[in-house]
């Protein structure tokens, strides 16, 4: 089956009936989520159609009954997106396997900022720049910089680091499964999920639900084992022409107990 085929019905399988609007009578239902029949009902379209999206024809569809299924499945705006770009993907282009780069302006502001930890990071995850409170942050030595997701996944030291460590590894897991739908034949993406998917039954877990979303703000909690508990509000920005690239600013509200905190960690790794 498709990936477009596996998310369609993952999200068939996690809309309820009621959820939906559909009656059902009081009868007994072998599964809790919708029938196919019951999305074809909703988008207004004719079973055998919706079964065919479903095995992975995704090439005679509009772009009305797409937003059609969008509603029928009652999906967020990361959601219709990625259906978007399953439905109608983009060409394939194939590029050779150099290095990625980060354009030297923005290498410069990252390591300007003294206040905020600052990561510049691929649509892979790999980290491909920072500023010095970003490495203290992470406990990143002066070596090769990480993968984000692994990191995550993979290295005990980040279950410590990071209190909502299972809310921070959802939505990793989501950032991966929306970027590979860009790129789809992105063969290190798919190295990358192989890897984690392997090693990490948590990642496998959460990639079998099929979760999509973008990140672009949180909050989230470290336990730094130099300066302790920290409270710190993350902002990721898309880097124009920068093929999915993204710069992360995680910083503490001015005055907070936090705050003071950031300020002994930069003193503490200069």
Known sequence: MSELGDFLRSRRAALTPEAAGVATYGT?????GLRR???AMLAGVS???YTRLEQGESHQMSES?????ANALHLDGSERLHLLR???PMPVVRRGRAAETVRPTVLALAESNTEQAVL???RRTDLLGGNRLARALWG?????LPNMARQLFLEPSSRDLIVDWARRAAGMAAHLRMATSVEPD???MAELVGELSIKSAEFANLWATHPVAECSHAIHEFDHPAVGRLTLNEESLDLPGGAGQRVIFLGAQPGSDSAGRMGMLGSLFP
């Open 28 to 32: 007994p239902r072998r599964v809790p």
């Open 37 to 39: 029949e019951e999305v």
């Open 47 to 49: 079973v055998n159609y």
């Open 65 to 69: 009954v797409l937003a059609a299924i």
């Open 86 to 88: 399953l439905a109608w």
């Open 120 to 122: 510049i990071v691929s």
């Open 140 to 144: 990143f030595g002066p070596g090769p």
């Open 186 to 188: 992105d063969p290190e």
